[in-house]
């Protein structure tokens, strides 16, 4: 680690060096260009279709959705010879509700050969106790809490007849940084190394990615609607966590 | 380069000409007895505008559900920025809230925020309060709406942050150019501690002085009055509120809040977090005789801290010291 620092710190000068002499069309170390993440909403294997739909949880339980969104922060790319780059400012909410919510553009991204994507499945803890925070992380996208300041990182809403809430309701608000409720989880993805993510400045792949929502109430614990139904933050939301820790996202394919 | 110097110098030399004084500049200032703040405004550069267009909203009740509550209806500048005579906040509606309203001031050196510590930043403090059903009743989507078509609101943003665009950053950001500008550091007790011409306790604001650091400055520290920690000070068995342990979810929290300065208690009455005791005499009572052994009871209070009538008031007046009026009625603070 501490080698390859030097050795940055030596050919940083002398990129910068070249890089001014060269020309625009030639292709070199340092060029950027622009990739995309597309996020399929799905339940189970089935579309999700918000209000009208009716799935299953593992339970047997049949449940509908109203509200489904999460937050993708702080996406980190690595070359097989294990460089990272983590994209500066990559905070996004997707939004069942909003189409145009399920695919990210990431632009000046160095160009190259991808073997490996991850990502935090909520906010980082620094900028849950940041101050006013604008764009995906502005409060008024109703994923942040007032009286117990930080993100919601997975909002899910809906109803089930198994529940023993008002109206049969489920309330599932995921987040907390503060342990022993820290929900903060990471999804990390290696990419098959025969089809890597080849970002070229005359190429610009799409990523797509399933997110099950179905995840939510399987994988360590399967819950039952009948007993838990509400959450906001707190140890219950750990248990939803670390279900979708591992089943929420999976990389289905690239377009390259 | 020259010309910048030559700019300079005749900046310089135009000051010292000017008759009309300049317009005070809003600073934010440390008193040399307390430590660096939490707050420094590194990423919300302090200007007049920000400072003045913050202190606005502060006392823009039509930013309420029913147009009739601003910050400053509970946060009075006469009560050291909490509500005079009231238990618990008032809201909108005529809703009576469930904790007694904080006072606001060296709001810049605290790192949490409200009884149980539940807001971890200065900025996004007045959400709380904002969309709180008992206190403002709304929403920031409302408010920036609100703002964005009502003037001289989108002019004066303009002159804050150098366009009119006005989001909830925006917004917040003002406010605590406000709020974290709120400094009470001149009371008598802070001129004896720097030595300030020549100020001095008399002989029963000592002996109060000797007494409160004995007795309880391990929670109420200098120089801010508290440790910002959060206690049971055993007011009830068990207690209605469940206090800290809301926030973290940890049971030996439960019926704790954040203990609270001492700075203006003269002015801030009632007192505890659900305002239940409207004289220090009151205060002193409890601890002398009426501590209740609650389960996560803090230890040092085991005992209660007895006091003598005697001690009670040179306590009192001591705690008196603590007035700064300077800042009570600094009219800089003041709704227009």
């Not at chain 2, 400053?72 to 005529?94: E, I, K, M, P, Y």
Request: proline content about 4%.
């Amino acid at each position: 680690m501490k080698l390859s620092q030097y050795l940055l710190a030596f050919l940083c000068p002398i990129i910068f060096l070249t890089s001014c002499k060269k020309n625009d069309d030639e292709i070199t170390a340092d060029t950027k260009s622009t990739f995309t993440m597309e996020f399929e909403n799905q339940v189970n294997g089935n579309p999700l279709v918000l209000n009208t739909n009716t799935y299953k949880n593992a339970k047997g339980e049949d449940f509908k959705i109203n509200i489904f969104k999460y937050y993708v922060s702080n996406i980190k790319l690595s070359k097989a010879d294990g460089t990272v780059f983590l994209i500066p400012e990559s905070y996004f909410l997707i939004d069942a509700s909003k189409s145009d919510s399920e695919e990210i553009t990431l632009k000046d991204i160095p160009t190259g050969d991808y073997t490996k994507v991850e990502y935090t499945i909520g906010v980082d803890y620094a900028r849950n106790f940041a101050g006013a925070q604008t764009e995906a992380l502005d409060p008024t996208n109703g994923m942040f809490w007032t009286w117990n300041s930080g993100y919601i990182f997975v909002k899910f809403e809906g109803t089930s007849p198994q529940s023993t809430a008002t109206n049969n309701a489920l309330t599932f608000h995921i987040g907390g940084v503060l342990d022993p409720n820290n929900t903060i989880r990471t999804f990390s993805t290696d990419i098959n190394v025969a089809n890597p993510l080849r970002i070229r400045t005359d190429k610009k792949p799409d990523m797509h990615f399933i997110v099950n929502a179905g995840a939510l109430f399987t994988g360590k614990t399967d819950i039952s609607f009948s007993t838990l139904n509400f959450t906001m933050g707190g140890a219950n939301s750990v248990i939803v966590a670390n279900n979708y820790a591992n089943g929420l996202f999976r990389l289905d394919h690239i377009h390259n | 380069m020259l010309f910048l110097s030559i700019a300079l110098m005749y900046a310089c030399s135009k000051n010292e000409d000017k008759i009309v004084p300049e317009e005070l500049k809003i600073t934010f200032s440390v008193p040399s007895n307390f430590p660096s703040p939490a707050y420094n405004f590194e990423d919300n550069k302090l200007t007049n505008a920000g400072f003045t267009l913050g202190k606005k909203l502060f006392y823009e009740a039509r930013l309420s559900a029913d147009k009739s509550v601003s910050c400053g209806s509970c946060h009075q500048q006469f009560a050291g920025f909490t509500q005079l005579d009231h238990r618990v906040s008032h809201g909108v509606n005529n809703c009576q809230g469930k904790r007694n309203t904080p006072p606001l001031f060296n709001l810049a050196w605290q790192k949490a925020f409200f009884w149980d510590g539940g807001v971890k930043n200065i900025e996004t403090s007045p959400l709380n309060a904002i969309t709180d059903a008992c206190e403002m009743g709304t929403d920031i989507e409302t408010i920036v709406a609100f703002l964005k078509n009502t003037a001289p609101y989108p002019n004066l943003f303009n002159e804050a942050f150098g366009s009119s665009e006005i989001n909830t950053q925006r917004v917040l950001k003002s406010i605590t150019q406000f709020t974290a500008v709120l400094v009470s550091g001149n009371s008598k007790y802070d001129k004896v501690m720097r030595k300030e011409s020549g100020a001095t306790f008399s002989s029963v604001e000592l002996a109060g002085y000797n007494l409160f650091k004995e007795k309880c400055s391990s929670c109420h520290t200098e120089p801010f009055f508290t440790d910002f920690s959060y206690r049971n000070n055993g007011l009830d068995l068990v207690s209605a509120d469940e206090g800290r342990s809301h926030i973290t979810g940890v049971s030996t929290d439960f019926g704790k809040f954040r203990v609270p300065t001492l700075r203006n208690i003269e002015y801030t009455s009632p007192y505890m977090h659900d305002g239940r005791f409207y004289s220090l005499d009151e205060v002193l009572e409890h601890y002398n005789s009426s501590v209740k052994a609650a389960p996560n009871l803090d230890v040092r209070l085991k005992n209660g801290i007895k006091l003598n009538d005697a001690e009670r008031e040179q306590i009192k007046a001591f705690l008196k010291t603590l007035t700064d009026n300077e800042f009570i009625k600094n009219t800089l603070y003041s709704e227009a």
